[in-house]
Nanobody, 114 residues
Framework: QVHVVESGVGLVQAGGSLRLSCAASGSIFRVDAMGWYRQAPGKQRELVAIIANSDSTTYADPVEGRFSISRDNTKDTVYLQMNSLKPEDTAVYYC????????WGQGTQVTVSS
């Protein structure tokens, strides 16, 4: 059993910054890709950023240059630094971990006010 716990719920004004973190625990043999998805009201869940265990990263176009994903393999933790936030970044953010299976966090609300 793998548990995924997110932290960093936030309310911020446009132009501000937030940092999300997500830690995996439990029966983990190896963590491969780690990432973040988001789902805004009335929209489908979409990829925000993903980082492989080689540290190669992929970002969605809307966040490229503003968000930065990183990981600490000693803690099985992934981070998402979000800068220059916009109201359209408002969504529930979900952590994703591929650890010989697909695991999701419970979701954390990020609200960006204009």
């Amino acid at each position: 059993q793998v548990h995924v716990v997110e932290s960093g719920v936030g309310l911020v004004q446009a132009g501000g910054s937030l940092r999300l973190s997500c830690a995996a625990s439990g029966s983990i043999f190896r963590v491969d890709a780690m990432g973040w998805y988001r789902q805004a009201p009335g929209k489908q869940r979409e990829l925000v950023a993903i980082i492989a265990n080689s540290d190669s990263t992929t970002y969605a176009d809307p966040v490229e240059g503003r968000f930065s994903i990183s990981r600490d393999n000693t803690k099985d933790t992934v981070y998402l630094q979000m800068n220059s936030l916009k109201p359209e970044d408002t969504a529930v953010y979900y952590c994703y971990i591929n650890a010989r299976g697909h695991y999701w966090g419970q979701g954390t609300q990020v609200t960006v006010s204009s």
